[in-house]
Protein backbone atom coordinates (compact mmCIF):
# COMPACT_ATOMS: atom_id res chain seq x y z
CA UNK A 1 0.00 0.00 0.00
CA UNK A 2 1.27 3.26 -0.85
CA UNK A 3 2.50 5.54 2.20
CA UNK A 4 3.15 9.49 2.74
CA UNK A 5 4.14 10.56 5.99
CA UNK A 6 5.04 13.81 6.84
CA UNK A 7 7.36 15.15 10.08
CA UNK A 8 6.42 17.06 11.90
CA UNK A 9 2.98 16.63 12.55
CA UNK A 10 3.37 20.55 14.17
CA UNK A 11 5.69 23.12 14.04
CA UNK A 12 5.22 26.73 16.45
CA UNK A 13 7.31 29.12 15.24
CA UNK A 14 7.87 33.00 15.13
CA UNK A 15 7.97 35.43 12.51
CA UNK A 16 11.21 35.57 10.61
CA UNK A 17 12.19 32.18 11.15
CA UNK A 18 13.22 29.48 8.90
CA UNK A 19 11.06 26.06 8.46
CA UNK A 20 11.70 23.12 7.00
CA UNK A 21 9.14 20.41 6.54
CA UNK A 22 9.72 16.97 5.44
CA UNK A 23 8.01 14.16 3.78
CA UNK A 24 9.10 10.93 2.94
CA UNK A 25 7.21 8.16 0.72
CA UNK A 26 6.95 4.60 -0.24
CA UNK A 27 4.89 3.89 -3.56
CA UNK A 28 4.84 1.74 -6.41
CA UNK A 29 4.92 3.56 -9.51
CA UNK A 30 5.83 7.10 -8.65
CA UNK A 31 4.97 9.41 -10.81
CA UNK A 32 5.65 13.25 -8.91
CA UNK A 33 4.78 14.86 -5.38
CA UNK A 34 3.17 17.71 -4.88
CA UNK A 35 3.10 20.14 -2.64
CA UNK A 36 -0.06 22.23 -1.06
CA UNK A 37 -1.02 24.70 1.30
CA UNK A 38 -4.39 24.50 3.32
CA UNK A 39 -5.86 26.99 5.16
CA UNK A 40 -9.76 27.16 6.37
CA UNK A 41 -10.68 25.72 2.94
CA UNK A 42 -9.73 23.33 0.20
CA UNK A 43 -5.74 23.05 -0.71
CA UNK A 44 -4.08 25.24 -3.22
CA UNK A 45 -1.28 23.62 -5.12
CA UNK A 46 2.50 24.99 -4.40
CA UNK A 47 4.67 22.93 -5.84
CA UNK A 48 5.17 19.70 -8.33
CA UNK A 49 8.63 17.76 -7.84
CA UNK A 50 9.61 15.36 -10.70
CA UNK A 51 13.28 14.83 -10.82
CA UNK A 52 15.56 14.69 -7.92
CA UNK A 53 18.04 17.57 -7.29
CA UNK A 54 16.31 20.15 -9.17
CA UNK A 55 14.57 23.30 -6.41
CA UNK A 56 11.77 24.48 -7.08
CA UNK A 57 11.27 28.10 -5.57
CA UNK A 58 8.34 30.22 -5.52
CA UNK A 59 9.12 33.79 -3.17
CA UNK A 60 10.37 32.59 0.33
CA UNK A 61 9.41 28.75 -0.39
CA UNK A 62 11.55 26.24 -1.82
CA UNK A 63 11.10 22.59 -2.57
CA UNK A 64 13.44 19.72 -3.85
CA UNK A 65 12.94 16.35 -4.20
CA UNK A 66 15.49 13.01 -3.47
CA UNK A 67 14.10 10.07 -5.54
CA UNK A 68 17.03 7.94 -4.21
CA UNK A 69 16.07 8.42 -0.67
CA UNK A 70 12.24 8.86 -0.98
CA UNK A 71 12.09 12.12 0.57
CA UNK A 72 11.28 16.12 -0.55
CA UNK A 73 11.72 18.99 1.65
CA UNK A 74 9.91 22.44 1.75
CA UNK A 75 11.59 25.14 3.07
CA UNK A 76 10.01 28.57 4.13
CA UNK A 77 12.58 31.30 4.89
CA UNK A 78 11.40 34.62 6.90
CA UNK A 79 8.46 33.23 7.76
CA UNK A 80 4.89 35.51 7.84
CA UNK A 81 2.07 34.93 10.26
CA UNK A 82 0.20 34.60 6.56
CA UNK A 83 2.08 31.30 6.11
CA UNK A 84 -0.06 29.81 8.94
CA UNK A 85 -1.56 26.38 7.55
CA UNK A 86 -1.87 23.17 7.29
CA UNK A 87 1.03 22.00 4.77
CA UNK A 88 0.46 18.69 2.69
CA UNK A 89 2.26 16.41 0.77
CA UNK A 90 1.04 14.33 -1.55
CA UNK A 91 2.56 11.62 -4.12
CA UNK A 92 1.25 10.63 -7.65
CA UNK A 93 1.46 7.07 -8.42
CA UNK A 94 0.08 4.78 -10.89
CA UNK A 95 1.08 2.26 -13.33
CA UNK A 96 -1.93 3.86 -16.43
CA UNK A 97 -1.68 7.57 -17.58
CA UNK A 98 -4.56 8.47 -14.61
CA UNK A 99 -2.40 9.35 -11.44
CA UNK A 100 -4.16 8.67 -7.69
CA UNK A 101 -2.68 11.39 -5.07
CA UNK A 102 -1.86 10.03 -1.99
CA UNK A 103 -1.97 12.25 0.69
CA UNK A 104 0.44 12.95 4.15
CA UNK A 105 -1.18 13.82 7.30
CA UNK A 106 0.09 16.96 6.72
CA UNK A 107 2.25 19.73 8.93
CA UNK A 108 0.34 21.85 11.04
CA UNK A 109 2.66 25.21 10.82
CA UNK A 110 1.57 27.87 13.09
CA UNK A 111 3.62 31.22 13.31
CA UNK A 112 3.36 33.73 15.93
CA UNK A 113 4.20 37.60 15.79
CA UNK B 1 -10.50 30.86 -15.75
CA UNK B 2 -13.02 29.74 -13.11
CA UNK B 3 -11.84 27.21 -10.56
CA UNK B 4 -13.46 23.80 -9.30
CA UNK B 5 -16.97 24.32 -8.12
CA UNK B 6 -18.62 22.03 -5.70
CA UNK B 7 -22.33 22.04 -4.89
CA UNK B 8 -23.78 22.10 -2.38
CA UNK B 9 -21.06 23.78 0.26
CA UNK B 10 -23.02 22.29 3.43
CA UNK B 11 -25.24 19.13 3.75
CA UNK B 12 -27.16 17.93 7.01
CA UNK B 13 -28.32 14.16 6.61
CA UNK B 14 -29.10 11.72 9.14
CA UNK B 15 -28.15 7.99 8.83
CA UNK B 16 -29.52 5.77 6.50
CA UNK B 17 -30.05 8.56 4.06
CA UNK B 18 -28.17 9.32 0.83
CA UNK B 19 -26.22 11.77 -0.39
CA UNK B 20 -25.32 13.41 -3.92
CA UNK B 21 -22.59 15.74 -4.10
CA UNK B 22 -21.80 17.67 -7.84
CA UNK B 23 -18.45 18.80 -9.14
CA UNK B 24 -17.61 21.05 -12.14
CA UNK B 25 -13.76 20.68 -13.12
CA UNK B 26 -11.69 23.73 -14.36
CA UNK B 27 -12.58 24.25 -18.28
CA UNK B 28 -10.83 21.71 -20.51
CA UNK B 29 -9.93 19.57 -17.86
CA UNK B 30 -11.00 16.05 -17.65
CA UNK B 31 -10.15 14.38 -14.98
CA UNK B 32 -12.00 14.91 -11.59
CA UNK B 33 -11.04 12.77 -8.30
CA UNK B 34 -12.64 12.51 -4.99
CA UNK B 35 -11.14 13.06 -1.90
CA UNK B 36 -12.24 12.59 1.82
CA UNK B 37 -11.07 14.60 4.18
CA UNK B 38 -11.28 13.97 8.51
CA UNK B 39 -9.30 15.19 11.19
CA UNK B 40 -8.43 11.54 12.28
CA UNK B 41 -7.36 10.30 8.88
CA UNK B 42 -6.98 13.59 6.88
CA UNK B 43 -7.25 13.76 3.14
CA UNK B 44 -7.88 10.00 1.70
CA UNK B 45 -8.59 9.35 -1.87
CA UNK B 46 -12.05 7.64 -3.06
CA UNK B 47 -11.89 7.30 -6.75
CA UNK B 48 -11.13 9.06 -10.34
CA UNK B 49 -12.79 9.37 -13.77
CA UNK B 50 -11.86 10.52 -16.59
CA UNK B 51 -13.72 10.72 -19.98
CA UNK B 52 -16.63 9.01 -18.16
CA UNK B 53 -14.51 6.30 -17.09
CA UNK B 54 -13.53 5.06 -13.14
CA UNK B 55 -9.60 4.82 -13.49
CA UNK B 56 -8.34 4.43 -9.63
CA UNK B 57 -10.47 3.76 -6.85
CA UNK B 58 -9.21 4.18 -3.23
CA UNK B 59 -10.26 1.59 -0.21
CA UNK B 60 -14.02 2.84 0.27
CA UNK B 61 -17.07 0.60 0.88
CA UNK B 62 -19.47 -0.19 -2.15
CA UNK B 63 -22.05 2.78 -0.11
CA UNK B 64 -19.71 4.98 -1.92
CA UNK B 65 -19.89 5.48 -5.78
CA UNK B 66 -19.81 8.32 -8.52
CA UNK B 67 -20.21 8.83 -12.23
CA UNK B 68 -18.77 11.82 -14.73
CA UNK B 69 -20.80 13.00 -17.54
CA UNK B 70 -19.52 14.10 -21.23
CA UNK B 71 -18.78 17.13 -19.82
CA UNK B 72 -16.49 16.27 -17.56
CA UNK B 73 -19.03 17.19 -14.43
CA UNK B 74 -19.12 14.57 -11.52
CA UNK B 75 -21.13 13.24 -9.12
CA UNK B 76 -20.23 11.60 -6.09
CA UNK B 77 -23.41 9.46 -4.15
CA UNK B 78 -23.19 8.20 -0.85
CA UNK B 79 -25.58 6.00 0.01
CA UNK B 80 -26.80 4.59 4.12
CA UNK B 81 -24.91 7.33 5.09
CA UNK B 82 -23.26 6.57 8.65
CA UNK B 83 -22.02 9.05 11.52
CA UNK B 84 -18.26 8.43 10.00
CA UNK B 85 -19.16 9.39 6.71
CA UNK B 86 -19.01 13.23 8.58
CA UNK B 87 -16.26 14.66 6.71
CA UNK B 88 -15.47 17.53 3.94
CA UNK B 89 -15.64 15.74 0.06
CA UNK B 90 -13.28 17.37 -1.78
CA UNK B 91 -13.01 17.21 -5.61
CA UNK B 92 -9.84 17.96 -7.67
CA UNK B 93 -9.49 18.50 -11.47
CA UNK B 94 -6.75 18.10 -13.76
CA UNK B 95 -5.88 17.34 -17.28
CA UNK B 96 -4.93 14.19 -16.42
CA UNK B 97 -1.71 12.20 -16.69
CA UNK B 98 0.40 12.71 -13.68
CA UNK B 99 0.29 16.88 -13.00
CA UNK B 100 -0.72 18.65 -10.32
CA UNK B 101 -4.57 18.45 -9.36
CA UNK B 102 -6.92 21.94 -8.60
CA UNK B 103 -9.42 21.47 -6.11
CA UNK B 104 -12.52 22.98 -5.27
CA UNK B 105 -14.24 24.37 -2.15
CA UNK B 106 -15.11 21.34 -0.73
CA UNK B 107 -18.97 20.16 0.44
CA UNK B 108 -19.25 19.88 4.44
CA UNK B 109 -21.45 17.13 5.40
CA UNK B 110 -22.62 16.49 8.44
CA UNK B 111 -24.65 13.23 9.54
CA UNK B 112 -26.84 12.86 12.66
Known amino acids: EDKVVQSPLSLVVHEGDTVTLNCSYE??????LLWYKQEKKAPTFLFML????IEKKSGRLSSILDKKELFSILNITATQTGDSAIYLC?????????????FGQGTILTVHP | KAGVTQTPRYLIKTRGQQVTLSCSPI?????VSWYQQTPGQGLQFLFE???????NKGNFPGRFSGRQFSNSRSEMNVSTLELGDSALYLC???????????FGPGTRLTVL
Open chain 1, 27 to 32: VTNFRS
Open chain 2, 27 to 31: SGHRS
Open chain 1, 90 to 102: AVVSGGTSYGKLT
Open chain 1, 50 to 53: TSSG
Open chain 2, 92 to 102: ASSLGGYGEQF
Open chain 2, 49 to 55: YFSETQR
